[in-house]
């Protein structure tokens, strides 16, 4: 993904379809006392990052919009 998005920051928009979901970190948790994994989509620092979460498939989006921080005037 990282790649991806490096190799086509001359793009303002880009539209992932299924994009990929990452492991970030594990966080304190009051239910599970393994506590909870976050999983997210990877960021880039160069480019905003929008998704909307799906009520399928354990709530990952079906597609992810980064747009290039150059916009966020915008």
Known sequence: MDTTLETNKEFDIIFIQKPPWLFICTIPSSS????????D?????????????SYE????????????????HM
């Open 32 to 39: 599970n006392k393994d506590r909870d994994r976050v999983v």
């Open 41 to 53: 989509t990877p960021n880039h620092s160069n480019q905003l990052t929008f998704s909307r979460p």
């Open 57 to 72: 498939d354990n709530n990952h989006s079906r597609v992810i919009l980064y747009i290039n921080m150059q916009l966020s």
